[in-house]
Each structure stands twice: as structure tokens, then as C-alpha cells.
């Protein structure tokens, strides 16, 4: 039923009732694999999940040899910083209610421009809670779960999320306790103030704790106002002995119909060590701030829907007031009544580099300790993703530390019948610097069909000559029952010069729901 119009009215229900609102769903797999690293051969396993509904908004999870093969590979990232990447959270367990668990949740607003925003050039903010450190190495490679529980929902002008997890040990990976509590309570009329409470305890009596408050404002609909502190706790002997253990950031965030402004600052000592976060600096002050005014001129409204010049900064210091990083951002965003849309734009950047900095690991070429400066020029325009055929293109070039950067994206998707997408896209980065000279090729291309609504294929492809790899994770599922699936998934590696194989998997899995 689409059309509420023609919607009637359901009369003479008496006696109903809820059940007990109780969910089993136990999982049997199998697997085989071969690998040159180790000996994998062949396993099974089973376990349970369970769901209860406490209340109407209260919900209570159980999980047992907790498993995750049915999801989706990560896709490969060039790292052209000398930070941390950021890989997003991909397994339905802890995204399911994850948003109860965001600290400081006003930091990070994102301006969505025809070519990425300002938050192209810029570092992941950070974040207090992220799932990715239970159950994954460093490298992304699984670590098994033993099991765990989490509690999450509202009761009243109250939000609450509970999580405790238990991993076992693997390889160079102790056996591992996660806990994370937050509860949120609304205050006037549309705003929130909470704490969080995350703890890490590993086999040694090695441990990591982490205690917060924040409060978010929403006032006349279109002001945010933010605040947050946090601190840890940690042995001496993985800290540094002097610094600061503690964060603090502060920040607001104004829109209405023709302005957008934005604006935090963020303080974290050298000794904040949030092992169940993903904090990129430690011991930096940071000021981010992003302006820009929309334009939607009336004269042009049949084909021109809005263009966003915006103007952003992003300052990173030492504790000790030294420059570290800076990033002015000027760009022009346009976006047109078909959908399609684009962004020129320019974005001077400082980098202060205490030590040297080695970019490519692998061809083992660094860049010197020094202050640069230089300026990265780019471009991109998309057509309309929601059409059956849609692209895009992005094109970066400009100076880059001792030497020269361009950066090329261009992708394609299609979407037929329903049934049918696809997408590729490809990156290339060519690299000019003193110490050397090297070029990356990136290639991620998706396939995704569906023979009906019972039953799905995935592919992801992936091609890098950074890491010198081929992978694919080829993924097939089936509904053979409400909530209860079948999945057949296929991952493999090949060495990209070689052609021969790194790795190979094939996992079996089913899931059967019980309610009661």
C-alpha cells in the first residue's frame, strides 16, 4: 500500500495480546580455506543469538560464539597521510542501535557539496566508542567472540545502551573484556545531556578505561550547541609520564534557509589513551570551522537548484602552541534540478613535521622532517545517482610536501529493473617527490542482483597495486524463512604481479529464527 488515501480502517481485534517477545536464532557453518601465512583447512561451528524485547522500547541481546562471515569485505584505502585510516563499522550486531552509543555526537558536521565538502582534505574526527576495536585485529583480520550481551533503548526521557563482550585470545591477541555503558537523558525541549563509561581489561591485568560527559542544545530549530569531556585511566607503563589525560571539545552548529556555519574546538592531552575509540592525534588543540551561504536564484530555478560557496579551516596545534597541521579550504558547490551536480575548489595546506614521515612503506620513501606548505587544486561533477546509468569523475592535482601530487577518480554505476547494479570505480594517485616517485591504482567494482526477494547475490573486486593484491568476497544468500537466512561467501586473495594465491576461504552458514 502506497497511496494512504486508499488506506481503510481494521475493526473487531479484541483479546490481542503481546507475546513474550522472545527471539532465538542459533547458526551452524562450515568452512575451508588454504592460506600461505597458515595452515587453515577445514572447521565448523554454531551459535546463538537471542533477542528480548524487555519493554516497548527496551530491547535485550544475547550472543554466543558470535560470527560474522556473512559481512561484506572493507574496501581498500590508499593511505597518503601519516595517520590512521578510518574504516567504517560494517557488522549488523553493533550497528543495530548504534547511534545510542555516539559521544559528542555535534562535532563533525558534514556539508554535502557536489564533490565531497570540505571534509575531503580533512582527518576522521574522533570518536570515543568504535565497535571496529572488538573482534578485529589492527590489520582487520577477525578475532573470534567468545560471547556477550548489550541492552539498548529508551524508558521514559531516558536513552540507554549496555555492551559487554568477551574475545578470545588469537595470534599476538589477548583474551580481551569490552564494556561500554552510556545513558542520555532529554532535557527541555529538544536537547540531551549524558555520560559514557567504556572499559578494556586483556589477559595481564592490562587495562583501559574511559569515563565522559557531553550535553547537545537544539534551539530554534536550527542551532546546536555542544560541549563534551571525557578521561582515561590507564597503567603508566603504556602512557607517556607527562601530558594530559583528558579531552574536552566544544561547538556550534547554525543553519537556516540561506546561511550554514559551523564551529568546534577540541583539546586532548598527550596521555588520553581510548583504546575502544578511534582517536588519530593525542596531545593537539583543533579548530575546525566551515561557512558558506546557498544561493537559490529564481531567474535560473529551471535548471540550477542551489550553489554553496563555503569557506573552511582546520587548525591543528601542539600542546605547546607549534603548528602541526592546517588546511584552508575555498570551495564552490553546484547542484542542478536533474540531479547532478559538482565542485571547484582549492585547498591550501600547511604540514609541520617534527620527524620524518615515511608515506609508501613498501618502496621504503619518506619525507623529511620540515615545515611545507602547498596547495591542492581539484574538480569533480556526478550525474544523477538515481538514474539507471549515472558517473562521476574527480580530478586533484597541486603541489604536494617536497615534490607533486594528481589524483584521479572516475566511476560508473547502473541500475536496471530493480534487480540489477553495478558500479566501478577506479583511483589513481601519481606521486613526485624527492625521495622517489611511485603510482597507485585503485579498483573497487560492485556487483549486486537479486533473482528475487528471497534471494541475493554480492560481489566486491578489488584491485591494488599499492598492496600488490587481488581480492574478492563473493557473497550469496538466501531467505528460506522470515528472518532466517542461508549465506554461501567466497573470499580470495591473489598477488597482483604473481597471480598466485595469498588466501582463500569458503564459509557455509545458516540461521533459523525461533520466536516465542
Given at each position: ?90 557488522r549488523d550486531f553493533f550497528l543495530e542501535n548504534s547511534g545510542i552509543f555516539q559521544f559528542g555526537q555535534g562535532r563533525g ?368 544468500n538466501i531467505i528460506h524463512r522470515p528472518l532466517s537466512d542461508f549465506f554461501l561467501v567466497f573470499n580470495e586473495r591473489r ?22
Open positions: 500500500m502506497q497511496r494512504v488515501s486508499l488506506a481503510g480502517t481494521l475493526e473487531g481485534l479484541q483479546g490481542v495480546r503481546p507475546g513474550n517477545d522472545i527471539r532465538l536464532k542459533p547458526f551452524v557453518l562450515g568452512s575451508a580455506g588454504k592460506s600461505t601465512r597458515a595452515d587453515v583447512g577445514t572447521d565448523g561451528n554454531a551459535g546463538l543469538d537471542v533477542k528480548y524485547g524487555v519493554t516497548s522500547g527496551l530491547t535485550w541481546d544475547f550472543t554466543v560464539n558470535t560470527d560474522f562471515s556473512q559481512v561484506e569485505a572493507d574496501e581498500q584505502q590508499v593511505n597518503l597521510t601519516r595517520f590512521s585510516l578510518f574504516f567504517p563499522e560494517k558536521v558534514v556539508f554535502a557539496g557536489g564533490g565531497g565538502g570540505l571534509t575531503s582534505g580533512r582527518q576522521t574526527d574522533s570518536i570515543l566508542f568504535f565497535s571496529r576495536r572488538i573482534g578485529l585485529s589492527e590489520n582487520g583480520d577477525s578475532i573470534p567472540i567468545a560471547a556477550g550481551t548489550r541492552l539498548t533503548g529508551r524508558f521514559g526521557a531516558y536513552s540507554v545502551g549496555a555492551l559487554n563482550i568477551q574475545q578470545r585470545s588469537k595470534n599476538t591477541s589477548l583474551a580481551t573484556n569490552f564494556t561500554a555503558f552510556r545513558l542520555r537523558r532529554n532535557i527541555l525541549a529538544n536537547s540531551d545531556v549524558g555520560l559514557i563509561f567504556l572499559n578494556k581489561d586483556a589477559e595481564g591485568r592490562m587495562y583501559d578505561r574511559v569515563i565522559g560527559t557531553d550535553a547537545n542544545f537544539r534551539f530554534f530549530e536550527n542551532l546546536d550547541l555542544n560541549v563534551a569531556v571525557a578521561k582515561t585511566f590507564s597503567p603508566a607503563a603504556v602512557t607517556s609520564s607527562d601530558g594530559s589525560d583528558s579531552m574536552g571539545n566544544g561547538g556550534f552548529h547554525y543553519r537556516d534557509r540561506r546561511w550554514e556555519l559551523q564551529a568546534t574546538y577540541a583539546r586532548i592531552g598527550q596521555r588520553f589513551n581510548d583504546e575502544m575509540g578511534f582517536v588519530p592525534r593525542t596531545g593537539v588543540a583543533q579548530f575546525d570551522s566551515t561557512n558558506g551561504m546557498r544561493f537559490r536564484p529564481k531567474q535560473l530555478s529551471k535548471w540550477l537548484r542551489e550553489l554553496f560557496p563555503h569557506l573552511g579551516v582546520t587548525n591543528v596545534s601542539f600542546l605547546t602552541g607549534d603548528l602541526q597541521s592546517r588546511l584552508i579550504g575555498a570551495h564552490m558547490s553546484i547542484n542542478l534540478q536533474d540531479g547532478s551536480g559538482g565542485e571547484l575548489g582549492v585547498d591550501p595546506t600547511t604540514e609541520n613535521l617534527l620527524v620524518p614521515f615515511q608515506i609508501n612503506r613498501r618502496r621504503g620513501i619518506s619525507i623529511p622532517a620540515g615545515r611545507y606548505q602547498f596547495n591542492d587544486w581539484h574538480t569533480s561533477w556526478r550525474t544523477n545517482a538515481s538514474a539507471p546509468v549515472s558517473v562521476n569523475a574527480r580530478a586533484d592535482v597541486g603541489d604536494f610536501y617536497d615534490g607533486y601530487k594528481q589524483s584521479y577518480t572516475v566511476g560508473a554505476a547502473v541500475r536496471l529493473n530493480g534487480r540489477f547494479n553495478a558500479s566501478i570505480n577506479e583511483s589513481r594517485n601519481q606521486i613526485r617527490l624527492r625521495a622517489g616517485q611511485y603510482t597507485t591504482d585503485l579498483i573497487t567494482a560492485r556487483l549486486e542482483y537479486g533473482f528475487s526477494t528471497m534471494a541475493f547475490a554480492n560481489a566486491l573486486l578489488q584491485y591494488n597495486t599499492d598492496a600488490r593484491e587481488w581480492s574478492s568476497n563473493l557473497r550469496f598477488d597482483s604481479t604473481t597471480g598466485g594465491l595469498l588466501d582463500r576461504a569458503l564459509v557455509a552458514k545458516m540461521t533459523y529464527m525461533m520466536a516465542f
